[in-house]
Structures are given as C-alpha cells and as structure tokens.
C-alpha cells in the first residue's frame, strides 16, 4: 500500500506524464496559416543546391511545386520525410514537385541525406534574417512549413507543422480540367 507522500508523488508524476504527452500531441498537430501570401507571387529567390548551384525559383514554372521547410534536428520534419518522398514519386511524372528547403547548416544536411537519401531535390534555405522561411510567410519560423506554388508561380496555400498524408496528395495531385 502507498502512504499519502507516495501517492501525491505518482499522482504529480502522472500528471507530468499527462501534460507532456499533450504538448507533443500540440507540438505534432499541423497549424494552419493565415498567410497574406495567398494569391501572390511567391517570392523571387535563387536558392542553392548543396553543391552550392544556384536554383532560381522562377525555374519551376510550369509545375505545381511543394517547397517544405525542414531542418535535421526537427523531429516532425524527419517524420514527415517518407510521405513526401511518396508524394514525389507518384506525382512526379504528372508534374509535380517536391522541393526541400534545408533551414540547417550545409555539413549537417550533407550527414543526414547521406544515411537517410529523398528522392527530390534539396537546396539550402537563408538562415539569416529574415529567412527564407519568413520570406514565405511563417511568422513564427516553425517547422516544417510547407508553400504550395501552382504552375504561373502563384502562392496556392501554407502550413506550418507537417501535412498529413491525404492533403500532402491533394495538394499535389493535378489540378482539374476546366472545361
């Protein structure tokens, strides 16, 4: 049997338990922006691959284009990784691109792709301010943040927090024939 002390002891312990584990529910849950980037031109950027290649991102007109915000330190970013490499490869072909965009220093991004490899391109985010991430409307400058960019270069929608899988897809499928 517990006496009274133990009892408080396990009862804050399992409330500790408790708030922790909502926090990183909180923490995981995707958070919906209000950009005022909707509807406009994404920003003009030239943004290096990490051969230190410069991308403008005018190059990807034409096709509707995911740029994902993501680091190697953050865990939802890490997490997120598989579904995107899913989503480049089913709707590569039909146009679609996925574009990392590392918010991490070029050595630690090189580290991670070497043990953990996507199959879509990767360039490297400004860290400095404002960033590239605050370019593209995330406030808050939290990751992952996803941009979606439709083919004539126009911002279609942000999130901060990682999507899930269903609208990771229906963001990238192709739009409809409008007849």
């Known amino acids: 049997m517990l006496d009274r002390s133990n009892r408080l002891i396990l009862g804050l312990a399992v ?5 922790g584990g909502y926090a990183e529910h909180r923490h995981r849950q995707p958070v919906s922006t209000d950009s005022k980037l909707i509807g406009q031109p994404a920003p003009a950027m030239i943004l290096a691959d990490l051969d230190g290649k410069p991308h403008p991102l005018s190059d990807y007109r034409g ?4 740029l994902n915000f993501w680091a190697s330190w953050c865990g939802p970013c890490l997490d997120e990784m598989p579904a995107l490499n899913r989503a480049q490869a089913k709707f590569g072909e039909q146009g679609a691109i996925v574009l990392g965009i590392a918010m991490d220093e070029p050595a630690r991004i090189r580290a991670f792709l070497a043990t953990h490899p996507v199959n879509y391109p990767i360039l490297l985010g400004q860290l400095d301010s404002p960033s590239t991430t605050v370019e593209f409307g995330d406030a808050h400058e939290v990751l992952p943040y996803s941009v979606l960019i439709d083919a004539n270069g126009s911002i279609l929608a942000t ?20 007849r």
Do not use: D, S, T, Y
């Open 15 to 19: 409330l500790a338990a408790a708030l």
């Open 159 to 178: 999130q901060a927090g990682a999507l899930p899988a269903p609208e990771l897809e229906q963001w990238l499928a192709p739009a409809p024939v409008r």
């Open 63 to 66: 096709h509707r284009v995911l």
